[in-house]
Structure formats: structure tokens, C-alpha cells
């Protein structure tokens, strides 16, 4: 079974700050992907950041960047320079093997104080 | 381009009763997913789709839930003799694939209440 743990149900960071939320995974499949999502009180599910397990250097999208720690199945999520706009949940999700289907965790919602 | 689209936005129907949720993918995509997020809680899947055919119906919970997609784009969610633990915000999403890097796309969800 896969499984993905977020062991932060809310965080706070100040505006302009720097915030890291935790992730962590469990697969025994060889190929998949990590993501970030951020969702919102719009409930639109918006992808953040992706990482393909193969691939040994860490996602960077702007102000977002992932420790990836494979071995450790590891996947944190890092926001610098927070604003006002990143106040949301944000869900840590897994795509393994040949299923489709995301995987996510049960969240972390950051609140990005002014 | 427009993106996923999801009919009706907020449901409330009583217990009993049989609820109809509705998706309308990205066009072109072939790919089309159904998620159910209970309140507190990580989005859950249900069932996914490539092109016309149900590829994995693992995730819907019981024979009261049935989805379909008749033509490989717009798809229905069926929902027979609704419960009050139906109650959820359910999502759609699709993808131009089926392949692992193909990113799925979410739409905004409807919101069920079962009274």
C-alpha cells in the first residue's frame, strides 16, 4: 500500500518569511512522482511543484523548492519570501508504478500572517 | 484555454434520494478522475477513466456509486440512495495522458450535503 503522512495540520509564518512543510511517503514502487498541491478556500486544487523519484536534483519553481530524501522517504516543501496569496491547505500527494491515482496526505494549513 | 468545469457547484439532497455530479474536462484530455475530499481530509480516489473506459474503479466505496463517460469527455458521477457519510466535496480532474509525468488538473468540486 502507499501511503503519505503531513505531520503539520496548521503552520504560520510571517509574511516575507521563510516556511518548510513535511511530507513523508511510503512506496514500494521504483518509478513514481511527488507533488505539491495548494488548495485554496476556492477548493481549486492548484499543482505547486513536482518531482519525479529518478531524478536526483530537487524541484525549484520560483519561491518553492523540495528536499527531496529518498532514502529517508523524505519530501518537503520549502516557501520563501511568503505572501499574503500562499495562505492555503497544502496537500503533499504520490503517484507509484502504473496506477494513476494520487495518493494524498491529510494536509497543512499555513497561514501567512501580514 | 477554459479549464475543468464542475456542475453543480453545491448539492443538498436528502438521504435517500439520487444525486447526479457532473465534469466537463479539459478539451482534449483523455484522461478524467474522480476524487472525494470528506471534511478535514485529504482528497480520496475513486475512479479514473481513459477515454470511454473506467481503467481503475478501485476507490468507489460501495455498488451506490457508479460514473460513466459515455463519449471520453464529459463524465457523470451516479450516486444511488444517498447517506449522510456521502456528504464531501467531490472532485474531478483530468489529464492530456496516462502516463506518471502527465499533470492532472483539478476542477473547482461540487459540494454534496446529504440532510
Known amino acids: 500500500a502507499q501511503t503519505v503522512t503531513q505531520s503539520q495540520p496548521e503552520m504560520s509564518v510571517q509574511e516575507a518569511e521563510t516556511v518548510t512543510l513535511s511530507c513523508t511517503y511510503d512506496t514500494s514502487e521504483s518509478n513514481y512522482y511527488l507533488f505539491w498541491y495548494k488548495q485554496p478556500p476556492s477548493r481549486q486544487m492548484i499543482l505547486v511543484i513536482r518531482q519525479e523519484a529518478y531524478k536526483q536534483q530537487n524541484a525549484t519553481e520560483n519561491r518553492f523548492s523540495v528536499n527531496f530524501q529518498k532514502a529517508a522517504k523524505s519530501f518537503s516543501l520549502k516557501i520563501s519570501d511568503s505572501q499574503l496569496g500562499d495562505t492555503a491547505m497544502y496537500f503533499c500527494?504520490?503517484?507509484?508504478?502504473?496506477?494513476?491515482?494520487?495518493?494524498f496526505g491529510t494536509g497543512t494549513l499555513l497561514a501567512v500572517q501580514p | 484555454g477554459a479549464g475543468v468545469s464542475q456542475t453543480p457547484s453545491n448539492k443538498v439532497t436528502e438521504k435517500g434520494k439520487y444525486v447526479e455530479l457532473r465534469c466537463d474536462p479539459i478539451?482534449?484530455?483523455?484522461?478524467l478522475y474522480w476524487y472525494r475530499q470528506s471534511l478535514g481530509q485529504g482528497p480520496e480516489f475513486l475512479i479514473y477513466?481513459?477515454?470511454?473506459?473506467?481503467?481503475?474503479d478501485s476507490g468507489l466505496p460501495n455498488d451506490r456509486f457508479f460514473a460513466v463517460r459515455p463519449e471520453g469527455s464529459v463524465s457523470t458521477l451516479k450516486i444511488q440512495r444517498t447517506e449522510r457519510g456521502d456528504s464531501a466535496v467531490y472532485l474531478c480532474a483530468s489529464s492530456s495522458g496516462w502516463t506518471g509525468a502527465n499533470e492532472q488538473y483539478f476542477g473547482p468540486g461540487t459540494r454534496l450535503t446529504v440532510t
Open positions: 478539451s482534449g484530455h483523455t484522461a
Open positions: 500527494a504520490l503517484k507509484g508504478g502504473a496506477t494513476n491515482k494520487l495518493i
Open positions: 477513466f481513459q477515454g470511454t473506459g473506467a481503467a481503475d
